[in-house]
């Protein structure tokens, strides 16, 4: 499940500087983590849920901080997703594959955007990008 995500997000590279729908994901994540009530949202919703949340963790010092790599973002993204399915079953439309192929592209949407391109590690000398994750971050809050 998790490489069929993965290679979603590779051969949809086009998508990535797609802007991303913040109020959406906004919302969703609002639904499910405050809420509680992400039973009748697409299964698209609950992965762009879970991407927030996890970005959430991460710059709230919930992760493990600058380490964290775009790969271990995005797996723990897919996790995440994938908790949400089976816990609020994606009625809304779509499968888990779906909730996890939403929440790969999310974070990699947000990845990418945040820092103005592509990179490989979040927080090291050549971030340049954290404030501006932080930021979008800041919204799901």
């Given at each position: 499940m998790y490489a069929s995500a993965m290679s979603y997000?590779?051969?949809?590279?086009?998508?990535?500087?797609?802007?991303?729908?913040?109020d959406s994901v906004q919302d969703a994540h609002s639904q499910v983590y405050e809420r509680g009530s992400g039973g009748n949202l697409p299964a698209s919703s609950l992965g762009s849920a879970a991407a927030a949340q996890v970005l959430k963790k991460f710059?709230?010092?919930?992760?493990?901080?600058?380490?964290q790599s775009q790969s271990q973002l995005i797996s723990m993204a897919m996790a995440e997703a994938s908790k949400l399915?089976?816990?609020?079953?994606?009625?809304?439309?779509?499968?888990?594959q779906d909730a996890v192929n939403s929440a790969a592209m999310t974070v990699m949407k947000l990845l990418v955007q945040s820092k103005g391109g592509s990179g490989g590690m979040l927080?090291?000398?050549?971030?340049?990008?954290?404030?501006?994750?932080?930021?979008?971050?800041s919204r799901f809050a």
């Open positions: 997000v590779q051969q949809n590279q086009g998508q990535h500087n797609h802007p991303i729908d913040e710059t709230s010092g919930g992760g493990s901080g600058g380490g399915f089976d816990q609020h079953g994606g009625s809304g439309g779509g499968g888990k927080g090291g000398s050549n971030s340049g990008g954290l404030g501006g994750l932080m930021s979008l971050a």
